[in-house]
C-alpha cells in the first residue's frame, strides 16, 4: 500500500503531489490516518524559504489529528495510556529534544534544543512521513503523544492548531494576573487563541489590534472586548483607544502576535509604566525594530519577553482547556475552510494572501 502526501520540494515551487512506500515501524511507533492538519502562518514562511534550516523537500503540516491505523509493540500516550488501534491521536509536533543539553538542564530553556526536530517543519520526506499534509504520519517511538478528549471535535482541536499551543506559551510567559488589562497586537490563529487564554487566565479587559474586518468579528467571538482595525486606524487613534480603554494608563500586558515590526514599535506606548510585553510573532526575522530605550523601556520600566516555540506540557494543557471550553469558544471557526490534499497550493495561496485566519486540510 502507498501513502498520498503532499510535498514541499523547494521555496516558492507548486507543491507536488507524491506516492510514498507504507512505512515498516519500528517498535513502539505507531501510523495515523490522518483526519485533518492545517495551513498556518508558519507553512507560508517554509514557502517562502523563510525559516532556516528546513530540509526540503518536506511534507508540511505540523499539527494534526488522525485515527491509530497500525501499531508496532507498546506506545503510551504522554499521560501513560496505552495507545490502541482505533484511538483519536494528537500529537506534540516538536520531537527528539534531548533532555541532557544545556538548554534543557542547565539553562531550561528547552524549545532552544539544538537536537529538537518538528514534524513539517525540519523533518526531511526523505526520511518518511513526518508531516499532516499526507493521507498518513508516522508516529516515531518517542514522540509526545494524547488521545484528543471524546467530547472535542477533530475539527475544533485543529481549528486551535498550533496557535492555540503556542498561546498556552504566551499566557504563562506574559503571567497575566486577574483583573489585568490585556492587550493582543495580531489577529491571526496564534492572535485569536491569545485573546481567548489571556480571558480566561483572568483578564477584564482583552482589547485587539488586526485586520482584515471578519478577524475582527472572529477575535469578538474568541473573548475581545473591543476589536481595533489595523488598516483604518493610524498609531495615535489606537493609541487614543488604548487609554480610553484602561483609565489613560495602557495595558497591563501586551502580547505580540502579528509578526510585525512595527507592531513592536507602537506597543510601548500602549503599555503602562511597569507593564509587561510577550513578544511571540516574530517566528521568522521581520527585520529591525526602532525604539527609543531610554523613553520607552528604561524610564518606562518596561518588561519584554520573548516566547519562542512551545512545550509538551502546553500541549497537554491545550487539551485540557479545550475539553473543558470547546463549547464556549469557537475554535472551529478559526479553521475556515477545508481543503483536499490535491487543493493545498489553492490552501497555500488563500493563507498567504491573509483570505483566510486559517485553511483545513483534509487528506481523505
Ligand atoms: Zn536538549
Ligand atoms: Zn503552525
Not at 126 to 147: C, D, M, N, Q, T
Not at 169 to 194: E, K, M, N, P, Y
Request: net charge negative.
Amino acid at each position: 500500500m502507498s501513502v498520498l502526501a503532499a510535498v514541499m520540494t523547494a521555496p516558492l515551487a507548486p507543491v507536488e503531489l507524491r506516492e510514498f512506500p507504507e512505512p515498516e515501524l519500528a517498535p513502539g511507533s505507531a501510523l495515523l490516518r490522518t483526519l485533518y492538519s492545517e495551513v498556518c502562518g508558519t507553512d507560508v514562511h517554509l514557502w517562502h524559504g523563510r525559516l532556516s534550516g528546513v530540509p526540503y523537500p518536506i511534507i508540511p503540516g505540523h499539527v494534526s489529528v488522525g485515527l491509530v491505523d497500525k501499531l508496532r509493540g507498546e506506545m503510551r500516550t504522554v499521560n501513560g495510556e496505552i495507545v490502541r488501534e482505533g484511538d483519536r491521536l494528537v500529537f506534540f509536533d516538536v520531537h527528539r529534544t534531548c533532555g541532557r543539553c544545556r538548554a534543557c538542564t542547565v539553562t531550561r530553556t528547552p524549545t532552544r534544543c539544538e537536537s529538537r526536530r518538528v514534524y513539517g517543519i525540519t523533518d526531511s520526506a526523505a526520511e518518511g512521513l513526518f508531516g499532516g499534509w499526507a493521507e498518513a504520519i508516522y508516529l516515531e517511538p518517542g514522540v509526545s503523544a494524547a488521545r484528543l478528549p471524546d467530547a472535542v471535535p477533530a475539527e475544533t482541536y485543529i481549528g486551535g492548531g498550533c496557535g492555540l499551543i503556542t498561546a498556552m506559551h504566551i499566557v504563562d510567559r506574559a503571567a497575566i494576573s486577574l483583573g489585568d488589562t490585556v492587550l493582543v497586537q495580531g489577529t491571526g490563529a496564534v492572535g485569536l487563541s491569545a485573546i481567548a487564554l489571556a480571558r480566561l487566565a483572568g483578564a477584564t479587559t482583552v482589547i485587539a489590534i488586526g485586520a482584515p474586518a471578519d478577524r475582527l468579528e472572529l477575535a469578538r467571538a474568541m473573548g475581545a472586548d473591543v476589536a481595533i482595525d489595523l488598516q483604518r486606524t493610524d498609531a495615535a487613534a489606537r493609541l487614543a483607544a488604548v487609554r480610553e480603554l484602561t483609565g489613560g494608563l495602557g495595558v497591563d500586558v501586551a502580547v505580540e502576535a502579528a509578526g510585525s515590526a512595527r507592531a513592536v514599535e507602537e506597543a510601548p506606548e500602549l503599555i503602562r509604566d511597569g507593564g509587561r510585553y510577550v513578544i511571540a510573532g516574530h517566528y521568522t526575522d521581520a527585520g529591525p525594530s526602532s525604539l527609543n530605550v531610554h523613553q520607552q523601556i528604561n524610564r518606562k520600566h518596561l518588561e519584554i519577553r520573548g516566547c519562542w516555540g512551545s512545550e509538551v506540557g502546553h500541549f497537554v494543557r491545550a487539551l485540557r482547556v479545550l475539553e473543558r471550553y470547546h463549547a464556549e469558544i469557537p475554535w472551529r471557526a478559526i479553521g475556515a475552510r477545508t481543503y483536499t490534499l490535491a487543493e493545498v497550493n489553492e490552501a497555500l495561496a488563500d493563507a498567504e494572501a491573509m483570505r483566510l485566519p486559517k485553511a483545513l486540510v483534509k487528506p481523505h
